[in-house]
Nanobody, 118 residues
Framework: QVQLVESGGGLVQPGGSLRLSCTVS????????MGWYRQAPGKQRELVAS???????NYADSVKGRFTISRDNAKNTVSLQMNSLKPEDTAVYYC????????????WGQGTQVTVSD
């Protein structure tokens, strides 16, 4: 029922920037804490950034100072501004709820590929 559609990925050179967007349909995401996750080939999915319903944010150590998560509740979107990108940031990026025992995760979307390479 809930659909998550990620966009904004692409190929970027090291040091470059991308802005990812996640549009949530079938639900009002404003009531949930949300997160951006990423999964590189052969790796487990990891949480890189989260934002509470009231706007409090948290980041994985690997992206602190470089990534910024934000939300626009009126548009039902969650964004991830990524600056100073590194090759190790290469992954498929997904958005979803920040996990809780009561809400769990919504169905995962297709994600958006971010490739950082020369």
């Amino acid at each position: 029922q809930v659909q998550l559609v990620e966009s904004g990925g692409g190929l970027v050179q090291p040091g470059g920037s991308l802005r990812l967007s996640c549009t949530v349909s079938g639900s009002i995401c404003s009531i949930y804490a949300m997160g951006w996750y990423r999964q590189a080939p052969g790796k487990q999915r990891e949480l890189v950034a989260s934002i509470s319903s009231s706007g409090w944010t948290n980041y994985a150590d690997s992206v602190k100072g470089r990534f910024t998560i934000s939300r626009d509740n009126a548009k039902n979107t969650v964004s991830l501004q990524m600056n100073s990108l590194k090759p190790e940031d290469t992954a498929v990026y997904y958005c979803n709820r920040y996990y809780s025992s009561s809400s769990g995760y919504a169905r995962w979307g297709q994600g958006t590929q971010v490739t950082v390479s020369d």
